[in-house]
């Protein structure tokens, strides 16, 4: 059988940096080959070489056994192969059909734009997907999963033979997730070559046949994806094994419960939601995408207007209409939007670091105290071990891992008793995972209390002393941390629509 | 754990040529730069270019545009822009002439009032921008009109003298300097002028208020969600934008000895133009008050230069034009390398 895909010796230089040293890849027709390391492996330069948007410097490319040299991504489509980016590239104001078809409209004479034929033939490739979208409906007005499957049916409609999907199920709940897999199987019955891009080892033993691992811009080997167990896939990612010591749920009963949100409500997204948090404890948020999580804690962190509830710190009520009121209160929210709602990126480390406090180095006047602040900045550096060249260094030229690092030092300074995580390891790479969960975990043996919102429930089942579970905007239950939780439990309490059950499991 | 460091890539010795080249790539020196060749350009062309009094008009002409565009840089920083900064300039200068003129006050009166309704206006526009979440597009373009016409109305469309305070015109006629140093006459205005770029500067580099100016263009929504009053530093930004052009609405009135209500439009656009060739990036976040006083220089050398040169005052507009869109240009190859 003809390889669909032969790289062999690719090599590629930035400006300073050796991005791929002799890397070699092949896909066969029809199967799912998973393309994994860390951030910064070389995974994307890998297949942007692939798919025309860069050049190799050295090496060579066969497709389909003849030697090829895209030189933008309109080659590379023209040979077969097509990319579904991590980041959506969907025009928002622009209906489903416009999208998928957008350059190559169908036309009527005098250029006239034929609509008719247009969406008959996004419907078909809907259709074929098992997809219920309106050819018309305007993207922007679809959820994220959605838009992540309109392009998705946009890269199909080249009919491909070579399809590279750069995390697809960033964005995806576990039944959407079970959809793509559905489409992924057919495309393999088809023949279709898919490279596969994830952080999630369970998808990679749900759908991947072979595994590709990059370490540092070079081939570390291929092996077969169902035989091979995942600690030594993630031992051949980070060069190392990650021992994981089992949790130790301590006993926080004593403890002070430093926050209390009682009968939290706004419309259908967050539904009567009340619990507790004790200080050191770290209580976990788990539920499916758009349970109302991040709308929780954006809620009580005053980032979001509320239509009923109460919430007390220390005891004490406090009414919070903003996150200026919420800080004042000692409450910390770490986005899961890093990039978005966390970070200045075009300013230095130090004054991201700052950007809570910067009270603290100001003088009367109003003049900024630089040595302090760079004095204080260089010691979170310090304490959370940020790999900066400096504390002058851009925060958009630091990693995943690193600029989260940066995020939790802006809280610490600020002196939040209480800290909010929404999905703190999305986009960080293995190796930097288990350093932020020795971080959250040192964070709570000193004291703080921490709610830590993720998808992932290997993350919530890691970390959590407690677990509270959403569903549809309502609080469906609280269970225990520890060994004897299962995700069957979790998955029970996040998938149970019924309104009117009742919650189980302590509520305080 | 050296694997998922960022790359950085190393600072490697470079040709001098080279070297010279990625600095002038930077757009300040670019602009510096520009500004030099100017000079000599146009010294070479005309003798007279260089005199001292050709210096003083250039520098004299520029003040008032440079007051006005060291104001809109703050607002510009944010992520936003005031087109108000011109019509605001001539309501500013209609107030001074109604406490001074009009009221017969004495003149520190008229100069704190001037200063204090331009705060006044700024937080105006502030507060529809912050609080009412108009765009600052519409918000300071409705500005731009109210003052225009509140300017007409309060004067009855008449110019305002300031013959009753003859002291008024030393604001930016009078020349301390002068009396010191007789050789060179640099008339107060072009004093004041730097004195406002260096406070302005100071305040944008040293403290919290210009802090927060950069941090909000660069990520309001991070800054908020780090339990900053957003709304507040807003607009105390354009409350402080809208204090500088009243201390241009003073230099104006004070060169011409009079307020003219009918003046003022179109200001603001040779303002928003001189930040632009400073360097300041319209989509916030980025910016320098020495960018702007060389933008506002080049403009200034430019349309003197091309005066001395005798030509015609149409294609000193079409050069202008030209100017702005070489600048931006320059400046987004600067950063696509980057």
Redesign the interface.
């Known amino acids: 059988m003809t390889k669909l895909v032969e790289l062999n010796g690719i090599e590629k230089r930035?400006?300073?940096?050796h991005?791929l040293k002799n890397v070699r890849f092949d896909l066969h027709p029809g199967e799912v080959h998973a393309l994994m390391g860390?951030?910064?492996?070389g995974k994307s330069t890998l297949m942007k070489i692939l798919s025309g948007i860069y050049q190799r410097d050295e090496g060579e490319m066969r497709v389909k056994g003849e030697s090829v040299n895209p030189q933008g991504p309109r080659d590379a489509l023209d040979l077969g192969i097509g990319i579904i980016h991590q980041e959506l590239s969907l025009m928002n104001d622009l209906t489903a059909a416009e999208n998928v078809f957008i350059g190559r409209e169908p036309r009527l004479s005098f250029g006239r734009l034929d609509d008719a034929a247009l969406n008959r033939q996004a419907e078909e490739i809907f259709a074929s997907m098992n997809l219920s979208i309106d050819p018309k409906a305007v993207v922007g007005e679809l959820t994220i999963a959605r838009q992540q499957l309109i392009e998705i049916a946009k890269a199909l409609s080249y009919r491909p033979q070579v399809l590279i999907m750069d995390e697809p199920t960033a964005a995806l709940n576990d039944a959407e997730i079970a959809e793509l897999f559905v489409i992924i199987q057919q495309l393999k019955s088809e023949g279709v070559g898919i490279v596969y891009i994830s952080h999630k080892m369970d998808e990679l033993k749900r759908i991947a046949d072979r595994v590709t691992v990059l370490?540092?811009g070079t081939y570390v080997a291929t092996v077969p994806a169902k035989e091979t167990p995942v600690s030594e896939i993630i031992a051949m990612m980070?060069?190392r094994e990650i021992k994981e010591a089992p949790l130790q749920v301590p006993d926080t009963s004593s403890a002070e419960t430093v926050l209390k949100v009682s009968r939290l409500s706004r419309g259908q997204e967050i539904q009567d939601v009340s619990f507790s948090l004790r200080k050191g404890e770290i209580l976990g948020f788990a539920g499916l995408m758009g349970a109302g999580r991040t709308e929780v804690a954006r809620a009580i962190?005053g980032?979001d207007p509320i239509d009923a509830g109460e919430v007390e710190v220390h005891g004490k009520p406090v009414r919070i209409n903003?996150?200026?009121d919420?800080?004042?209160a000692g409450i910390?929210?770490l986005?899961e939007d890093r990039k978005?709602?966390?970070?200045?990126?075009?300013?230095n480390v130090r004054?991201n670091i700052a950007?809570?406090s910067?009270?603290r180095?100001?003088s009367a006047?109003?003049?900024?105290r630089?040595p302090d602040m760079k004095a204080v900045a260089e010691q979170y550096i310090d304490r959370l071990d940020i790999?900066t060249?400096s504390d002058a260094q851009e925060v958009r030229?630091?990693?995943g891992?690193?600029q989260q690092k940066v995020v939790v030092g802006?809280w610490l300074l600020?002196d939040c008793d209480i800290l909010i995580f929404d999905e703190p390891t999305r986009g960080i790479?293995v190796?930097?995972k288990s350093?932020i969960y020795a971080l959250l975990e040192a964070l709570a043996a000193d004291g703080k209390a921490i709610i830590v919102i993720s998808s992932e429930l290997p993350e919530i089942m890691r970390l959590s002393h407690r677990i509270a579970v959403m569903c549809e905007g309502r609080l469906t239950g609280v269970l225990p941390g520890g060994a004897d939780v299962t995700q069957t439990q979790i998955m029970a309490l996040a998938t149970a629509r019924d309104a009117a059950m009742a919650p189980v499991g302590e509520l305080t | 754990m050296s694997t998922q460091e960022m790359p950085i890539p190393e600072a490697k010795a470079k040709p001098v040529w080279l070297q010279l080249i990625s600095l002038a790539a930077h757009q300040r020196v670019l602009a510096f730069a520009s500004l030099v060749v100017l000079v000599i350009g146009f010294s070479l062309a005309s003798p007279n270019f260089l005199q001292m009094s050709n210096v003083i008009n250039i520098l004299q002409a520029t003040s008032v545009n440079g007051v006005l565009a060291i104001a809109v840089t703050f607002v510009i920083i944010t992520g936003g822009i005031d087109l108000s900064v011109g019509t605001m300039m001539t309501f500013t200068a209609v107030i001074a002439g109604v406490i001074l003129t009009y009221a017969g006050m004495p003149l520190l009166l008229g100069v704190v009032g001037a200063i204090g309704v331009g705060a006044l206006c700024g937080l105006c526009s502030g507060v529809f921008v912050a609080k009412l979440k108009i765009p600052p597009f519409i918000a300071t373009l409705g500005m731009m009109l109210i003052l225009k016409g509140l300017s007409l109305v309060i004067s009855g469309t008449r110019p305002i003298y300031f013959n009753d305070t003859p002291s008024f015109s030393e604001i930016s006629l009078g020349s301390v300097i002068g009396e010191v140093f007789p050789s060179a006459p640099f008339p107060n205005g072009v004093l004041i002028l730097f004195a406002v770029a260096l406070a302005a500067s100071y305040i944008l580099r040293r403290t919290v208020l210009g802090r927060y100016t950069f941090a909000l263009g660069s990520n309001e929504e991070a800054v908020r969600l780090s339990g900053v009053n957003t709304d507040a530093w807003k607009m105390a930004i354009y409350a402080l934008a809208g204090a500088i052009v009243g201390i241009g609405g003073l230099l104006i009135a004070s060169r011409l000895n009079s307020a003219q209500p009918a003046l003022g439009l179109g200001y603001e656009l040779e303002a928003i133009a001189a930040v632009v060739i400073g360097g300041t990036s319209l989509s916030g976040g980025r910016g320098t008050i020495v960018g702007t006083l060389i933008g506002a220089l080049i403009m200034g050398v430019l349309t003197n230069g091309l005066r001395v040169l005798s030509v015609a005052q149409e294609w000193q507009t079409v050069v202008t034009g030209a100017i702005i869109i070489l600048a931006v240009y320059a400046d987004m190859m600067r950063r696509k390398k980057s």
């Open positions: 930035f400006p300073g940096v991005a860390e951030n910064g492996a370490r540092d980070v060069g962190f980032a903003s996150p200026h919420a800080v004042r910390g929210y986005s978005r709602f966390g970070l200045a990126t075009g300013m004054a950007l809570a910067m009270e180095f100001t006047l109003g003049v900024l630089e790999r060249p030229l630091l990693s891992g690193n802006k600020r790479d190796g930097a350093e």
